[in-house]
């Protein structure tokens, strides 16, 4: 059975940093592309940054510049780096993985459980 466990978040001044992780089990991780959502209270879940099985990486403009996306393929692990946290970036954190590169949460076949992001003023 797939598993995709996330770790990382917490409470987080603006301007802070946090590092996410997601760990994958029972799944051909290197084959697979990869992506990191969120979905605050009240709102839809929406993407924030993929990585290809190939390595290459995309972002949601809100992020670029502030947040980076990598994987270990020999830990089946796929990071999310947050630099300069605003408090629009609290919320709940997914990752998850499809078989295509995408930014539509329909296209992506496995998901963790999220973990969450609070920033504060």
């Known amino acids: 059975q797939v598993q995709l466990v996330e770790s990382g978040g917490g409470l987080v001044q603006a301007g802070g940093s946090l590092r996410l992780s997601c760990a994958a089990s029972?799944?051909?991780?290197?084959?697979?592309?990869m992506g990191w959502f969120r979905q605050a209270p009240g709102k839809e879940r929406e993407f924030v940054a993929g990585?290809?099985?190939?390595?290459?990486?995309y972002y949601a403009d809100s992020v670029k510049g502030r947040f980076t996306i990598s994987r270990d393929n020999t830990k089946n692990t796929v990071y999310l780096q947050m630099n300069s946290l605003k408090p629009e970036d609290t919320a709940a954190y997914y990752c998850?993985?499809?078989?295509?590169?995408?930014?539509?949460?329909?296209?992506?076949?496995?998901w963790g459980q999220g973990t969450q992001v609070t920033v504060s003023s």
């Open positions: 990585i290809t099985n190939a390595g290459s990486t």
């Open positions: 998850a993985s499809s078989v295509s590169p995408s930014r539509r949460t329909a296209d992506y076949v496995y």
């Open positions: 029972e799944l051909p991780f290197s084959a697979y592309n």
